[in-house]
């Protein structure tokens, strides 16, 4: 009996161990989902922790990790164009792209640009509560950007950038990369 009760526990122990090394769930938020978000996750403590463990994607510059979301996930949540009219927006607290995720359907991520173009890797900002899975969401967010053979497509942005005082329109579009200064758009106030 006691084999039986041993040989039972170790089989749930390995089911158990087994099924926290599996890959997340990672579903995008669409930009019309984005009030849902906010609202579900209204009273989450974000931090940055737990994502440090640089990774591959960590050193390669933020306009192409911009292309590979594309291709992986398609538009990003949100941009500055969608933040720019609102009130009390300044431009200078505005990234370029930010992509909203739910992991396991239950943990809020967000990944966005540190500095548009002119910058390596991206930020990543997760519920505090959940910080021990967030290194397994970043190693499966490196392969799912790093392993495809076609992991590259076309997009375009805006960014302003305070330091330099300039817009730039950023641009993936027929294999060339470009972050071409512009004057403000003119559908932004």
């Not at 192409?64 to 500055?80: C, H, K, N, V, Y």
């Amino acid at each position: 009996m006691r084999k039986i009760i041993l040989i039972l526990f170790l089989t749930l122990f390995s089911v158990e161990v087994y099924a926290q090394f599996d890959d997340p769930e990672i579903r995008k938020v669409d930009h019309s989902e984005r009030a849902q978000f906010e609202q579900r996750f209204s009273d989450i403590s974000w931090t940055g922790q737990g994502l440090y463990n640089p990774t591959t994607i960590d050193r390669i510059p933020t306009v192409e990790l911009r292309s590979r979301l594309q291709a992986a996930f398609g538009d990003p949540t949100q941009t500055i164009g969608d933040l720019i009219n609102n009130r009390n927006f300044r431009p200078g607290k505005a990234v370029q792209f930010e992509y909203w995720f739910i992991i396991d359907g239950e943990m809020p991520l967000m990944i966005l640009d540190l500095d548009g173009p002119f910058e390596n890797g991206l930020v990543y900002v997760g519920a505090s509560r959940f910080i021990d899975m967030m290194p397994q969401v970043k190693r499966v967010l490196n392969r799912m950007l790093m392993n495809e053979t076609d992991s590259l497509a076309s997009f375009s942005d805006y960014f302003y950038s305070p330091e330099r005082g300039q817009w730039y329109l950023v641009e993936y579009k027929n294999g060339d990369f470009s972050h071409e200064a512009i004057d403000q758009p003119r559908n932004f106030n």
